[in-house]
């Protein structure tokens, strides 16, 4: 079989099963790890990277790694790109975006807004298959594409709304440039919606709308690890996922800013959130 020809199977939904089997089982090695140390909290090392609230610790690099072992032993052709190790590159066309914790700052206070996440991709950005496990609450959320999303074995289907002042929006106030925009977000959103939530997780809260725990997510200047995966469990859902401008597709957003939400909520939201943040502002793909 030529490479091409390799990669265009992946596409059929047996290449696709497969790589969602895969998927569940990396999760469900992370999720381990994670569990495991967050049994012995006072035994990690905690580091801070960027500011005091972006954290590293052993559980996020042990689960990191073992997400890796089930990735390189199942898939050795394809390229890897996580939070907290170097990238891996590949020859299959195929990109695993991992998060082991994501939430890490939830996480080590041993609140439940973490989440691990792992998603498979195409050169072109479109996922074909995810799984965030959400170990504090025992809860799985996986999807391929085409497949539907199912959480702890059922499926689930979003109804729409048009209801905007009854809808709970998650958000992620973005890195610390990002968050002078926070008032501006704030005042602009509040007396629109039901109520804001602010979990801390981009995976976590992709995961709550995709499973009607939410019924909207804004996070800006995300990351591929943060949010790939909770792109594809909120629209094969049924929900409506893009960004802040003109863009409306299950893909990865090319502006890194992602909206995802219940149909009906979509277009409301880019209105009051589109002038807070200008097309090209909050652009941060690595």
């Known amino acids: 079989m030529t490479a091409a020809a390799s990669k265009a199977a992946l596409r059929d939904r047996s290449g696709m099963d497969a790589l969602l089997e895969v998927a569940r089982a990396a999760a469900h090695a992370g999720a381990a790890v994670a569990t495991s140390w967050a049994r012995e909290p006072g035994r990690l090392r905690v580091e801070e990277k960027a500011a005091s609230d972006d954290l590293v610790s052993q559980a996020d690099r042990e689960a990191e790694a073992a997400v890796r072992d089930v990735l390189e032993s199942h898939r050795p052709e394809d390229a890897i790109l996580g939070e907290e190790a170097p990238g891996r590159d590949g020859t299959s066309g195929i990109l695993w975006a991992v998060d082991p914790i994501d939430g890490t700052t939830n996480y080590l206070y041993g609140r439940a807004d973490w989440a691990v996440s792992v998603a498979a991709m195409d050169p072109l950005g479109q996922i074909l298959a995810a799984v965030i496990a959400e170990p504090a609450i025992d809860r799985l959320t996986e999807a391929r594409l085409g497949g539907g999303t199912w959480t702890n074995g059922r499926q689930i289907r979003l109804d729409p709304s048009r209801d905007l002042g009854r809808a709970l929006v998650e958000v992620n106030l973005g890195t610390p440039d990002q968050r002078q925009r926070a008032d501006a977000l704030v005042a602009a959103l509040v007396p629109r919606v039901r109520d804001l939530r602010r979990g801390g997780s981009a995976a976590a809260a992709l995961a709550q709308v995709a499973t009607g725990r939410a019924d909207a997510y804004w996070g800006p200047g995300l990351q591929r690890w943060d949010a790939a995966a909770g792109i594809l469990l909120v629209a094969e859902a049924g929900g409506v996922t893009g960004d ?30 589109s002038p807070v943040y200008p097309s090209g502002s909050t652009h941060h793909l690595e």
């Open 244 to 273: 802040a401008s003109d863009e409306r597709s299950a893909a990865w957003p090319a502006s890194g800013n992602v909206l995802a939400s219940r149909a009906g909520l979509f277009e409301p939201l880019q209105e009051l959130i």
